[in-house]
């Protein structure tokens, strides 16, 4: 029987830094992933993953329920199956949110016994501490951190007239959507550097793959966690050649995401008592909770042809990619570098002043996920997706069975709450006047949704009901929560309420979503769940490096 201090279950964005933070304070650690391999070459150049997310083993495509108030529309969300998840096969943006978000976390969690902050200042440390940036250096950033982020490698002549557009529109250009103010357009920063992408794996785990107390096992699907006299014990998982079991001497950590880590507790016996008895699981913690609270971000396009041969469209085949390909080779430049989006806004259409409702991505070529690809011809053009930053809808992840074969109940309820689709009409209906003038308006020939000849509320609710999908955002599925919140899952320093030895440390912990892209803030959630379980502190963090990391 296998044994190790801890287990860390899911290899994406923050299990892979759970699982580096333990390994380098000394501890021996198995980290089980059930996807595949980070290595590959298209995963690793910035647009590569273009190529593979309509369609890939580095993906899991995870069907919605019928979605009733979208007139029973199935819509997909995928995610990442690989080491690294999200970071390795996502457009690599770095968002961590806004001061407000994690202020906010921490006014819900007030009243907890261990009287943990999730303010500003307290999540602050961790985002800085593991970024390494090429442009600033302050007290929001840092340059040496084991995390890459830069500028983008190439920017598109379509995503510098979308910011000269937006601007237009009265919105102010901004170097640093991370730093004091978050509204306005500008270039994003992104999770690469000279075409290489820096995901999860390779900044925290692949520097220690060759230390002996990390063990990382690649299609490893864990069926369950083991509970012993309401203590995690250790796992069972499959890895191909039937079911094994790992012990952990101290502590589980659960970091599949929020689709699957509430599935992995259920089929543990932790979650709702009367849906667990339903499938014929024994009930080892009543947790009503677990699974309730999914909140991803709504996104919506607007696509458009151009009246030249503008943009991204037709460098991706034949012998433009060849060359594209040999540019990068021989001199580490070209569009390869490349994340394939490289501009976007923060706005708030209604209320310039406050807070922005609103994230948009400019892509500059036409884009949809598989499920609506059949709308559109491709060609040259762009696609500007509005996305709302905090959304109100709420919607559940259920068990399908008790097989752990089977993929999850997952009903996402994008766009449900009103003033969601209110705030997703308002962001169509300002980015559509960046359509219709300045430099990206001189090179639009035709608006090819939404209709521009009928924007009002009805024909925008009916675009909308018909495009929205997912930002690859989802959250809140196992929340943290003050004591005697009988829905809050977990405590605030991320231990499952009611079982010893578990805790959760993915997006699925969040309270509410954080306005901006989820995988920095996913890295964050590792980093701080790793002090929780050290005792550690971001004063004692060097030294603990400096004299384990040999």
Known sequence: MEEYDHIVVGGGASGCVVAARLVEAGRRVLLLEAGHSHHHPL??????????????????????????????????????????????VNAQVYMRGRPSDYDSWDELLRGNNSGVRWNWESVLPHFRGMEGNNRFFDERHNDSGPLVVSDPGHIDDVSRWFVQ????????????FNGARQTGVGFYQFMNRRGKRSSAAYAFIEPLMKNPRLTVKLNAAVQRILIEDERATGVIYDAGAGEQIARSATEVIICSGALVTPKLLMLSGIGPADDLRQHGIDVAMDAPGVGQNLIDHPEVPILAHFNGPYGYFGHTD???????????????????????????????PLDPDAEPTIQAFC?????????????????????????????????????????????????????????????????????????????????????????????????????????????????????MGPDGDPLAVLDAQMRVRGVENLRVADMSVCPTIN?????????????RCADFILGATIETRQSERVSHVA
């Open 515 to 527: 306005a901006g892209n989820t995988a920095a803030p996913a890295m964050m959630l590792g980093d």
């Open 165 to 176: 557009s937006v601007q237009g529109l009265g919105v102010p250009f901004t170097p640093d």
């Open 363 to 479: 892509l500059p070529f036409v884009y949809l996920d598989r499920d609506l690809l059949k709308l559109i011809e491709p060609t040259h053009g762009v696609t500007v997706t509005t996305v709302v930053t905090k959304p109100k809808s709420r919607g559940f992840v259920k068990l399908r069975s008790a097989n752990p074969a089977d993929m999850p109940i997952v009903s996402p309820h994008l766009l449900k709450h009103p003033d969601d689709m209110a705030a997703m009409i308002a962001g169509q209906r300002f980015f559509l006047r960046a359509f219709q003038s300045g430099p990206l308006g001189a090179r639009v020939d035709k608006i090819l949704r939404p209709n521009p000849d009928d924007l009002s509320d009805e024909a925008l609710a009916t675009h909308c009901k018909r495009m929205v999908k997912t930002n690859y955002h989802p959250a809140g599925t196992c929340r």
């Open 318 to 348: 034949g012998w433009r990619m060849i060359m594209h390909g040999l540019q990068f080779k021989v001199f580490g430049t070209g569009m390869v570098t490349s994340a394939g989006v490289e501009a976007g806004a923060f706005v708030n």
């Open 43 to 88: 995963l690793d150049m910035p647009p590569g993953i273009f190529k593979m997310i309509n369609g890939s083993k580095f993906m899991r495509y995870h069907a919605t329920t019928p979605q009733e108030h979208l007139d029973g529309r199935v819509h997909e969300i995928s995610q990442g199956n690989v080491l690294g998840g999200g970071t390795s």
